[in-house]
């Protein structure tokens, strides 16, 4: 044994037993696991609230109809005074997590992350919204505060898919081939406009000719008023790609509720993922995300009117 080794070996015998010791050699692993907890709620929140969003629809000004599938007459629509129609899906860090308010009425899973993701984001700007299931053919329609005014089942385009054909608004009827007669998937900024026939209806997407109107039965063989009663969604898809919607549903809540110049419209797809649409997060990632910076497990505030506590 060399006399350096043997030095340091007295050393160590003559130390006091009660002497300070290094933290690091007895605590090695707690320093990785502190760097990596951090590393990884930053990552997380940088991916629930950094990000921009991808996909909406603007609104427009229109001078003319251009869609031969509805026929409609001449609507001019002012140009937004402010940008509403730019999505802002990121919350801020601290704020406590907001929920859309369903009233006690049922919905899917993936219609309540939308409408919390959209209420606690602020996506609307405001404004009211309406959340459309294809899956489901349902429709549910909110409030400017995320209060659910009413759901109600629809009828959707025949062919499934999340895309319209492009140009399919300026078609005849009878060039639109079945398999393109689809309900688009997306995040678009309603307007008002009228048929031929000067019926009300709300444009989804002009250019596609997409609209949510009340339900026709003028073609008694496509049976639509039994389609729209009918408890499965199997039968629901008939139309070209519009919403129909009962008559009595949209004169009695969606008028109301979309009484302003513009709402928002989200369609939500069958064939890709919500979050790939919309570039949303899930709002239970973002409250566990708040409970883990601040250690106070997180806050948490639901979209209520006072009458109804």
């Known amino acids: 044994m060399s006399e350096t080794t043997q030095t340091d070996e007295a050393d160590k015998a003559a130390a006091p037993s009660d002497s300070p010791r290094p933290l690091w050699p007895q605590d090695a692993w707690v320093w990785p696991l502190a760097a990596a907890v951090g590393v990884g709620a930053g990552v997380l929140l940088w991916q629930l609230i950094g990000r921009p969003t991808a996909i909406t629809h603007q609104p427009h000004t229109i001078t003319a109809p251009r869609s031969p599938l509805l026929a409609a007459a001449p609507v001019v629509t002012p140009p937004p005074a402010v940008a509403f129609g730019e999505p802002r899906a990121r919350a801020p860090a601290d704020r406590p997590v907001q929920r859309a308010d369903f009233a006690g009425t049922p919905a899917p899973i993936a219609v309540r992350k939308l409408a919390d ?93 997409v609209s949510m109107h009340r339900v026709r039965a003028t073609n008694v063989a496509e049976r639509r008023l039994e389609r729209l009663a009918s408890r499965s969604p199997a039968d629901n898809r008939i139309s070209y790609g519009c919403i129909n919607v009962p008559a009595s549903f949209y004169d009695g809540v969606l008028r109301t509720a979309f009484a302003t110049p513009h709402a928002i419209v989200y369609v939500l797809p069958e064939t890709r993922s919500a979050r790939a649409v919309f570039d949303s997060y899930d709002v239970d990632e973002r409250k566990r995300v708040l409970a883990l910076l601040t250690g106070l497990g997180g806050t948490e505030r639901i979209a209520r009117s006072s009458a109804g506590r």
């Open 117 to 209: 993701w959209a209420v606690d984001s602020g996506d609307p700007r405001g404004l009211p919204f309406a959340i459309i299931d294809k899956r489901n053919a349902r429709l549910f329609v909110f409030d400017a505060a995320g209060r659910l005014s009413g759901a109600a089942p629809v009828l959707l385009g025949l062919a499934r898919g999340d895309d319209s054909v492009p140009g399919i608004g300026e078609r005849p009827l009878a060039q639109v081939r079945p398999y393109e007669r689809t309900t688009p998937a997306g995040r678009f900024v309603s307007e008002h406009g009228r048929n031929s026939k000067g019926e009300d209806i709300v444009w989804v997407d002009y250019d596609a000719a």
